[in-house]
């Protein structure tokens, strides 16, 4: 991001001096010009010519393990800056060999700097811890300002990576000790702006833009490639911690315009968060969606993986983006435990396990809880105000926004279209739907159960006859056709003169009389009693509930909208939220 226009004429006079040593046949000078211009790569940026001329003078070096080793070591740096690690490890590789065969402890240590730089993805962090606490061995026997600052800087990584807050403690001093001893600039520029991560992490943001702000003077000043990238990305994290708007506005247009100028998709993941957070939530989904056109499984697994599918989950959750959501929680939930981080811990992003929270209390699962007191733990642990305090508060499941959302019936009735406008979900059709759709038809109007139920069967029957009654309707039935059969007998019991049948008979019928009597009103219908409208309310209440788990399996945003503004009982209704609830398309 920017940048000092005198890099491009640094990079011009590199590769004249390159092309001027090839055609002497200078090696030396070859790789010399070749390393130069490697170091000023950008990290994220294109690499450019770098590893075309790096090659061309690690070939020539062929008779030189010396040259070779350092050679190979820049071209495997060449490649990890420019976001292409899998090229770079063979090369990182065989540096370590020339180096480790060679016995130089300055080259070794140059080696396993790029060494670790080609594992640094999600799932090599067992070999980083390893290979760094080995540079950190060889740098201690090496006078070399630089070879003792990549030591302390790995160091300081790894240990920021791991939540070791004593380690991270140490190497911040180490950096400080080692500006100070050897007054390099490159070393004041790192122990300055690591600091000043350092502060801002902790709360302290005066000291933070302190720090900052000479970082940014002397990388200037120096000509460090980074210096600039660094100082952006340091202003929109002290942004967001500190809720400047206009501030985090700037920061996001800087980022994007960067990210879709070079096409670094880490960059588009941290500005769609930094657009999130100044409000405009449209812009960051468009970028979230940008960031996964070609699906979270295609991220490179590398130095960038961790940061950017962290962000992606970020405003994934923000934008009530579910499917993205879900599927970078998943991705994520192997590396809890762990921070993430900008590169060389240019900026601490928090931990696994707030992001992990984020989306699960999207997606609504039950993991939410656990992963939300493990990241305030972390937090605790760092020292980290702000972060404590974005996991503190219970984040509430989002309700549906204004938009339009789809709740009806297609295909005939055999399945329903529910969900945002553009984005709906079919749903198999149940009766609580149809409940549903009765109720969101009304909005603010109380629905009695019993009227609910008459309403969604369709007959126009009154409440009375849409009740489920006391008496079997069978019974009733053979109630009555055995009143005909006993007028019938007794018709002939009286013809017969035969007085006790008749009285057995007159007994029976006044007994089913004072039955039916019982179970119907004055029209003869059934009775609706009280026991109806309780029936009625428990089944309207399993047929809502059962509805609404079936939308939440592919829509829990639309699911828990519905939740929040239905009410079940013996009067039903939906009570929307102004300016709040969605507007329904029934």
Known sequence: MGGQPSLDAERAAYADAFLAARESGDVDAMATAALGLSSLQRFGDPAGRAPALLHQAYVAAADSPL????????????????????????FASEAVQLATSLGDPAVLADALDAQLASCWGPDDLAERLHISAQLSDVAA?????????????????????TLDVVGVQRQLAALDVLAAETGSPNAVFFATSRRAMYTLLIGDFERSRELMSAADAIGFEAGIPDAYAVQQTLLGELARHTADIEALRGCAEVFEAHAI????????????????????TARAERLVKQAVASGLDSVPRDVDWMLTVAKIVDAASGCGLIDVAREGMELMAPYAGRTVLNAGAVVCHGVVEDYLYQAAALVGDPRADDWRAAAAAAYQR???????????????????????????????????????????????????????RTLLQRPGVDVPALDLVAMVTGSGATVEQAAVEDVDVEALRSYRQRLRHIDSELDEATEWADEGRTQLLQNERDALLAEIGRATGLSGRPRATGGSGERARVAVRKAIDAALKRIEADDPVTARSLRATVRTGATCRYDPVPEQSPRWQT
């Open 67 to 90: 040259l070779r080793a350092r050679v190979a070591a820049g071209l495997a740096r060449s490649w990890v800056y420019g976001n292409d690690a899998k090229r770079a490890a063979p």
């Open 141 to 161: 026997h090496v006078d070399d300002p630089r070879t003792r600052l990549d030591a302390v800087l790995w160091r300081l990584t790894t240990a920021l990576e």
């Open 261 to 280: 100028e070079h096409g670094i998709q880490s960059l588009l993941a941290e500005t769609s968060v930094l657009w999130l957070e100044a409000g405009d």
């Open 382 to 436: 760092l020292d980290a105000p702000w972060w404590l305090r974005r996991v503190a508060v219970e984040r509430r499941p989002p309700v549906a926004s204004a938009r339009e959302l789809s709740f009806r019936p297609v295909a005939g009735g055999a399945v329903w279209s529910i969900g945002p406008v553009g984005g709906e979900r079919l749903v198999p059709d149940m009766k609580g739907l149809q409940y549903l």
